[in-house]
């Protein structure tokens, strides 16, 4: 059985600057393939969204077992920061627009954003704390009738 309508469903549950991307850059590619792309931002990934956050994200280093740095040394003061700028001046130089960009271009190729309504009710989050690329804000069965 072949489905000639294809969707891409991605669930971004983290905020910080390397986990905004991995799910913006899909759903992009997705909607350059022709494909509709949802996406549904939920608990720390409501970051990525909140107007107040989405231009100062950061990179962490601690705790990253990806990072090529130990953790005493992950830990000191001012790494965080450094880790991000390195990271934003990588993406740069691959012309990777910004996180807020990213934001405006999935919203002019059609794809569609939605909120969690149970992780705005724990962060006592109000919708116009969301940039308003955001389409709604919705319940998790809500968002799993609409990627059937």
Known sequence: MTNDHRKLAVICSKGSLDMAYPGLILANAARMSGVDAMLFFTFWGLDIVN???VDHLHMSPLGNPSV???AMVA???GMEALATRMMK???DKLNIPHVSEML???DQSGAEMYGCQLAM???KLKREDLVPQVKEVISAMDFIDKSD
């Open 51 to 53: 107007k107040h956050k």
């Open 68 to 70: 090529p740095i130990p």
């Open 75 to 77: 830990g000191l003061p």
């Open 89 to 91: 001046a990588d993406m």
């Open 104 to 106: 405006d271009i999935l």
């Open 121 to 123: 009710d724990m962060f």
